[in-house]
């Protein structure tokens, strides 16, 4: 399988700072997913991002794949960013197996 | 625009019984994935369905567990015989096609308590 790795495990921000997430994966991949897992257990689709560099508000995210690495970029951070950040990847010998990381814990204070 | 659909969204099971999780894809998307979300064990992939066929099991237990997905109706993830083990976060996701390359669009889960 693909071996994804997180950090940095846990991020405490107070509201307004800036941050980023990283993403190391194992081998070359076909799809890359970040998800919010916010209080309620739910998880939200944030970016599809095989590669490249894509931005949602105070949201981006960079994937490069010949270095097999990701980044989440939270800008002006809210206590509703709050949750678990996780990323996720497959390759075409999987299927659509995604395989997980474990997630990088995320806490923002007022 | 409705999304990935499940439910329910907890269940409550005593040891012995069986549990029903549904799923119903999102509008246009016949391929569903099955992930369970144990508390120290991060989210794991269980089965991948395509309409009325199983793709990859590789992630299901071997014994109690089992997946369909029918012509009609939405996909079901059956666990016979509850264990405490088997307290978990289930989710369900959907695609578009069969590549690795199409993004995956998660439910909102359904939460497992067996007591």
């Known amino acids: 399988g693909i071996q994804v790795e997180q950090s940095p495990p846990d991020l405490i921000l107070q509201e307004g700072a800036n941050s980023t997430l990283r993403c190391n994966f194992s081998?070359?991949?076909?799809?890359l997913q970040w998800f919010h897992q916010n209080p309620w257990g739910q998880l939200i689709n944030l970016f599809y991002?095989?590669?490249g560099t894509k931005q949602n508000g105070r949201l981006s995210a960079t994937t490069v794949a010949t270095e097999r690495y990701s980044l989440l970029y939270i800008s002006s951070s809210q206590t509703t960013d709050s949750g678990v950040y996780f990323c996720?990847?497959?390759?075409?010998?999987?299927?659509?197996?995604?395989?997980f990381g474990r997630g990088t814990q995320l806490t923002v204070w007022p | 625009n409705a999304g990935v659909m499940q439910n329910p969204r907890h269940l409550v099971r005593r040891r012995g019984q069986e549990a029903r999780l549904r799923c119903s894809p999102m509008?246009?998307?016949?391929?569903v994935y099955w992930y369970r979300q144990l508390p120290e064990e991060g989210l794991k992939f269980m089965v991948y369905?395509?309409?009325?066929?199983?793709?990859?099991e590789s992630g299901m237990p071997k014994e109690r567990f089992s997946a369909e997905f029918p012509k009609e109706g939405p996909s079901i993830l059956r666990i016979q015989q509850v264990v405490r083990g088997d307290s978990a976060a289930y989710f369900c996701?959907?695609?578009?096609?069969?590549?690795?390359?199409?993004?995956?669009?998660f439910g909102p889960g359904t939460r497992l308590t067996v007591l």
């Open positions: 081998d070359s991949v076909n799809n």
């Open positions: 369905l395509q309409k009325e066929n199983i793709i990859d």
């Open positions: 991002i095989p590669s």
């Open positions: 996720a990847a497959c390759r075409g010998s999987t299927l659509g197996r995604l395989y």
């Open positions: 509008k246009g998307h016949s391929h």
């Open positions: 996701a959907s695609s578009i096609g069969l590549e690795a390359f199409n993004e995956q669009f």
